[in-house]
């Protein structure tokens, strides 16, 4: 009996120690900031790993499958998953990463892959009786504008907004989201992508302002973040990447992810003269 016992923990330990999950495939650990629609937030009428949706939860998803791995979503703050890489507490972070010079010289990042249209633009967002009170960069002058913590947007504002504009760094959008309807801040700077998805979700409340960030092209599509030094499962997850591509995946995912996030519908509605939803 007692070395029954024993070998049970014994094999329990070696499983707990390869990473395996109870399918017997190796676990593939992969972080997200469920903050960031349409490229992963959270679906509230589901529980467990499935209420994590959006384009990058499609495409972990495939990747995991293609290393006939078992996928492990992580949730955690944009800036923690860049630490759970660095760290190497998780194989890869799949969380709408721009590519960034930082971020290439301190992490192995995959080539791009394009989502749509989410960061071709980045944005700042408003009350809506604010709407045109920030034509240009200088309207920000003596303005709070939140953006999020270890974030594209937050170089952004630091590079293109005044220097007597107060930038406020956030950890979490969706809190943000709120704090900016509850006018704790001004304004938030956000991909054009996520701006859509919440003024399709709060029509009538919020604004993108006038004024644009100028965005270089090096940072329109996404990139994987991996520990760096990890490059077999980068060349890895490049294969990959390139085929899903070429089935066509990614338009499919986006499509998807802007439907649940409640973007595609909205977009699509048109009103009649009374200003009431047609058909
Ligand atoms: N693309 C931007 C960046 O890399 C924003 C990404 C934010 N992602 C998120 N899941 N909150 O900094």
């Not at 650990?29 to 790993?49: H, L, R, W, Y």
């Not at 066509?248 to 009103?271: F, I, K, M, P």
């Amino acid at each position: 009996m007692k070395k029954i016992v024993s070998l049970i923990l014994i094999a329990c330990m070696i499983l707990s120690f390869a990473g395996c999950s109870s399918s017997g495939k190796e676990t593939l650990k992969v972080a997200i900031s469920p903050d960031f629609a349409p490229m992963e937030f959270v679906d509230t009428t589901k529980t467990g790993q499935d209420k994590y949706v959006g384009f990058d939860v499609s495409l972990a998803k495939f990747i995991a499958e293609e290393l006939g791995m078992e996928l492990e979503i992580m949730p955690m703050s944009f800036d923690a998953c860049q630490v759970a890489v660095q760290t190497g507490s998780v194989d890869m972070s799949i969380s709408g990463f721009s590519w960034t010079e930082d971020r290439a010289a301190n992490y192995n990042l995959s080539d791009y892959y394009y989502a749509g249209e989410n960061e071709t633009e980045q944005v700042i967002i408003t009350i809506a009786a604010n709407a045109d009170a920030y034509p240009t960069a200088e309207s920000f002058s003596g303005k709070k504008v939140a953006a999020q913590n270890a974030s594209l947007q937050l170089e952004l504002c630091k590079s293109q907004l005044p220097a007597d504009c107060e930038i406020v760094e956030v950890g979490d959008l969706t809190t943000a989201f709120l704090q900016l309807q509850n006018g704790d801040f001004d304004a938030l700077a956000v991909a054009k992508g996520q701006a859509d998805v919440f003024i399709a979700n709060n029509p009538g409340a919020i604004a993108i302002c006038g004024f644009e960030f100028e965005v270089d092209a090096a940072y329109e599509a996404n990139v994987i973040m991996l520990p760096k030094g990890a490059d077999e499962l980068t060349a890895k997850v490049n294969e990959i990447l390139a085929k899903a591509y070429a089935a066509g995946y990614y338009g499919e995912w986006y499509a998807e992810a802007l439907e649940l996030a409640g973007a595609e519908t909205s977009v699509d509605v048109s009103y009649d003269d009374d200003g009431n939803v047609a058909g």
